[in-house]
């Protein structure tokens, strides 16, 4: 059984910084391509940040370029975000993913929204304010 579960959302204030964590189980991860989504209210779920595991292959929203880092760690089974320059506009509830396909790349699974083919953790909230 696949279990994705994210932690370390939070409010800050615009220009502020948080790191996500998401500890995912239950899966082989090969190449797969793991990753961070979004969905403010009233909006389509958006991809924001991917990797594939191997870290080969990295994929970011245009708007988030040069303010976010996505990373794992092999050793622990976890992924991270890390959110920096935060703006009102990142507001959103922040999902971890996991592609079911172990092969696709990170752009192909990040750069659309949900089409049904992943793992989701719970959510976690992220505000800033201005």
Do not use: H
């Not at 989504?37 to 870290?55: D, H, L, N, S």
Request: hydrophobic share 30%; charged share 20%.
């Amino acid at each position: 059984q696949v279990e994705v579960v994210e932690s370390g959302g939070g409010s800050v204030q615009a220009g502020g910084s948080l790191r996500l964590s998401c500890v995912i189980s239950g899966l082989t991860f090969a190449d797969r391509t793991v990753g961070w989504f979004r969905q403010a209210p009233g909006k389509e779920r958006e991809g924001v940040a991917c990797i594939t595991w191997t870290g080969e292959e990295l994929y970011y929203r245009e708007s988030v370029q040069g303010r976010f880092t996505v990373s794992r760690d092999s050793g622990r089974d976890t992924l991270y975000l890390q959110m920096n320059n935060l703006k009102p506009e990142d507001t959103a509830m922040y999902y971890c993913m996991a592609n079911y396909d172990p092969y696709e790349g990170s752009e192909t699974v990040c750069a659309g929204g949900e089409r049904g083919l992943e793992w989701w953790g719970q959510g976690t909230q992220v505000t800033v304010s201005s």
